[in-house]
């Protein structure tokens, strides 16, 4: 089984742009889609990213995603911070049998 | 409307048994494949495993093989997640999860149950 690894936490301002990256321990970031989720506190996930780079109906344009083979990563890239951005975010993929999701990452907007 | 509503939260000891249920509704049940995720008090999320009701395939975590049983009645369009011995450890809220794409089961969720919170205490 495969690990993604996430930073604990990122700060930045409101208005600046904020990157989370997830890499993956083995096997290929290219080989199975990522997926990204928000949860705010009390609620559950939604996601913001899926198939690496898609983002779901009503969500923003200030939110996008990307993979990096050479540093076999995937970002959440997310500009315009708003406060209400504050929350976990988590990747997600799969291997050929199950799937795994990074550890999670705080956004703080001060 | 789709979506998947999840049984109340528990109060069990350690070593009984337990079942929650995951109902959808608003879509074919037999045709899109039904996850369970947990997440401990203050903790991450953790893909457990997934189940596809049409035929009962079903795929573990390797953390969570053993552990649990995941099954589907499709008659009834619910879905469970089941303990035979429950731990203190399995404290945890759970959640059902629908992937994006029909029959697909290497997909992204995009319905979420409302999460079932179990708590396991002497």
């Known amino acids: 089984n495969f690990m993604l690894t996430q930073p604990h936490s990122v700060s930045e301002s409101p208005g600046k742009t904020v990157t989370i990256s997830c890499t993956r321990s083995?096997?290929?970031?290219?080989?199975?889609?990522v997926q990204w989720y928000q949860q705010r506190p009390g609620s559950s996930p939604t996601t913001v990213i899926y198939?690496?780079?898609?983002?779901p109906s009503g969500v923003p344009d200030r939110f996008s995603g990307s993979i990096d083979s050479s540093s076999n990563s995937a970002s959440l890239t997310i500009s315009g911070l708003k406060t209400e951005d504050e929350a976990d975010y988590y990747c997600?993929?799969?291997?050929?049998?199950?799937?795994?999701f990074g550890g999670g990452t705080k956004l703080t907007v001060l | 409307e789709v979506q998947l509503v999840q049984s109340g939260a528990e109060v069990k000891k350690p070593g009984e048994s337990l079942k929650i249920s995951c109902k959808g509704s608003?879509?074919?049940?037999?045709?899109?494949?039904i996850g369970w995720v947990r997440q401990m008090p203050g903790k991450g999320l953790e893909w457990m495993g997934i189940?596809?009701?049409?035929?009962?395939?079903?795929r573990y975590s390797p953390s969570f093989q053993g552990q649990v049983t995941i099954s589907a009645d499709k008659s009834i369009s619910t879905a469970y997640l089941q303990w035979s011995s429950l731990k203190a450890s399995d404290t945890a809220m759970y959640y059902c999860?629908?992937?994006?794409?029909?029959?697909?089961?290497?997909?992204?969720?995009?319905?979420w149950g409302q999460g079932t919170m179990v708590t396991v205490s002497s």
């Open positions: 999860a629908r992937p994006k794409a029909s029959r697909a089961w290497e997909d992204a969720f995009d319905i």
């Open positions: 083995s096997g290929s970031i290219a080989s199975n889609y």
């Open positions: 198939e690496d780079n898609q983002r």
């Open positions: 189940i596809y009701p049409g035929d009962s395939d079903t």
């Open positions: 997600q993929s799969y291997d050929s049998s199950n799937g795994v």
């Open positions: 608003g879509y074919s049940f037999t045709s899109y494949w």
